[in-house]
């Protein structure tokens, strides 16, 4: 059976451990209870489906999976089930066509496959996110804590801000940046490497960061996708997860804080310390990034991301109280590989 480069994506953070407890894709009693009530079929909390989605109609066997005409994983069939129309609302909140998410679960067959798989390319393995080495590499550094940040943009200096507060609460920081499916108009791959990169080499020099990239779709689910974006720092070792403002949101599906809300719900269950933050904003009276829990003044200036992505595309360095200067410099570098295009 063919598949595509998500699936193998999938197939090789299930067998790294990157999406633990899996073992395969899932079959219908893990998925319904996923969509339903937020767990596992054993109670275990997991807010975001993984299935593979295909015509195939028998049990009881061994499929193999190929990828660019190479045979690359199998999966033994323990289950044949079709997906429901409203479970796509249960999952993103709405189901409107224009939210990115919903759009292209939409497109996908109604049949799924659940069952354990197999990865038989092991090699690819090699260059992929691995919570072994993670895990090895914090410990090794002596970090007790570390802090999670999950991100899908070029770093502004409100999410500096928020990096700057979790290394006041844990040993080290990992900024992990999802460079998965996203949507067309959010920032390249590339643009989201060489701004960390240059943020990094400028400002966070001797500081107790690790930087390495995620790759797994986006999905825009807001809330639910924050919890599942915690499961995944918590599988590599991560003890503190940061959830800010509006996290894995899009347009206006999602209030504000949602995101934190449902996480702080689940907190006793996750197994990780969830970092709640107020959004970050520029005060001209106080000179510096502030939030409203230490800052009363009205002199604000909110850090848009959009304002910040239309300057960028127009060659634009936008203001130092928006972005570091070496961190624009060398995003406009990119001219037309600055965004996903397609």
């Known amino acids: 059976m063919k598949i595509n480069e998500e699936i193998l994506q999938d197939i090789i953070n299930i067998s790294t451990g990157l999406f633990a407890p899996l ?12 969509v339903d009530d937020m767990c596992l079929a054993n109670g ?6 993984i299935t593979l989605d295909s015509n195939y109609m028998v049990k009881d066997d061994i499929i193999e999976l190929v990828y660019n005409s190479e045979i690359v994983a199998s999966i033994e069939v323990e289950d044949i089930y079709k997906v429901k129309d409203e479970d796509i609302k249960k999952i993103y909140g709405t189901t409107n066509i224009k939210h990115p998410g919903v759009k292209k679960e939409i497109n996908r067959g109604r049949y799924r496959i659940g069952g354990k798989v197999t990865l038989i390319k092991k090699e690819l393995i090699k260059n992929s996110l691995d919570p072994q080495k993670t895990k090895h590499y914090f410990k090794e550094q002596g970090w007790n804590t570390i802090a999670g940040f999950q991100t899908r943009n070029i770093p502004h200096r409100a999410h500096e801000y928020l990096h700057r507060l979790a290394l006041e609460f844990c040993d080290a920081l990992f900024i992990n940046p999802l460079v998965g499916w996203k949507k067309k108009g959010d920032f390249s ?9 240059a943020l990094i080499d400028n400002y966070y020099t001797n500081l107790n960061i690790y930087f390495d990239t995620l790759k797994t779709p986006m999905r825009y689910a807001g809330p639910k996708e924050a919890i599942f974006h915690a499961i995944i720092r918590k599988n590599l070792g991560c003890t503190h997860f940061i959830i800010g403002r509006d996290h894995a949101g899009v347009g206006e599906y999602y ?14 269950k996750l197994d990780i310390k969830i970092l709640t933050f107020k959004e970050p904003f520029f005060c001209s009276k106080c000179d510096q990034i502030v939030s409203e829990n230490c800052c009363g003044h009205k002199n604000i200036t909110k850090i848009s991301g959009t304002k910040v992505r239309k300057m960028l595309s127009d ?5 130092k109280e928006f972005i570091r200067d070496e ?13 996903i295009r397609d």
């Open 327 to 339: 961190v624009a410099k060398k995003i406009i570098n990119l001219k037309e590989n600055m965004f």
């Open 255 to 268: 209030s504000k804080y949602e995101a934190q809300e449902l996480a702080l719900k689940l907190q006793d």
């Open 44 to 49: 275990t909390v997991w807010t975001i489906p």
């Open 315 to 319: 060659g634009t360095i936008p203001p």
């Open 23 to 34: 073992d395969g894709f899932m079959d219908s009693k893990d998925y319904r209870s996923v």
């Open 189 to 197: 791959e590339d643009a989201v490497e060489i701004g960390y990169k």
